[in-house]
């Protein structure tokens, strides 16, 4: 038996020394390949806020013409909100023609139904026009509004939305009874 002496330790086997180079390469490609997954996934979750942040936009803006319709009966009565092309009337680069809104000293009670209709339209129009790319939008009454005040009305918002292959048309439709 051969007694070694006390402040020497014996050598490790060779298999215990450390990681090799193609073990440390290996490993690198292992977490690039998942820090890409990572990155990709961001990007999606990005896009995908975007698609719903324009989609909540169009709810919110079917939702408030919807409210103005309702607060405006006489003119639903009289039609002025259906089948009316605000996209091909409207400026909004300006003001609108009669301002129907506590503003200024106006009163909103001095408007006509039909004056209150025009600008409830102008607002709304030109805040789909500027919250949605290449927006548009459309009051329909499906059973032709014979019965105005019972009869209901379809606000549909179409926009473009980017998607991963390119743009995608989106729509929001709200059907309600004013």
């Not at 506590?102 to 006509?112: F, I, L, R, W």
């Not at 139904?113 to 129009?125: E, I, N, S, T």
């Not at 499906?142 to 390119?166: E, V």
Request: aromatic share 6%; with cysteine; net charge negative.
């Amino acid at each position: 038996m051969r007694i070694l002496p006390t402040n020497t330790r014996p050598s490790p086997p060779p298999a215990e020394r450390g990681f090799t180079l193609v073990e440390v390469l290996v490993a690198l490609v292992i977490l690039s390949v998942a820090l890409l997954g990572l990155a990709g996934l961001q990007v999606s979750t990005l896009q995908n806020s975007d698609s719903a942040q324009l989609r909540t936009q169009a709810a919110m803006h079917a939702n408030d013409m919807a409210e103005r319709m309702h607060a405006n009966l006489p003119a639903i009565d009289k039609k002025y909100y259906t089948g009316t092309n605000w996209a091909g009337t409207v400026n909004c680069s300006s003001a609108p023609t009669t301002y129907c809104a506590d503003h200024g000293g106006a009163s909103a009670a001095a408007c006509t139904p039909q004056q209150m209709a025009d600008y409830d339209g102008h607002v709304w129009w030109c805040g789909i026009k500027n919250d949605l790319p290449n927006a548009n939008a459309s009051i329909t009454c499906a059973t032709g509004c014979a019965n105005p005040g019972t009869d209901p009305r379809t606000i549909t918002i179409t926009w473009d939305d980017k998607t991963p292959t390119g743009v995608a048309t989106r729509t929001v439709s709200m059907t309600f009874v004013p």
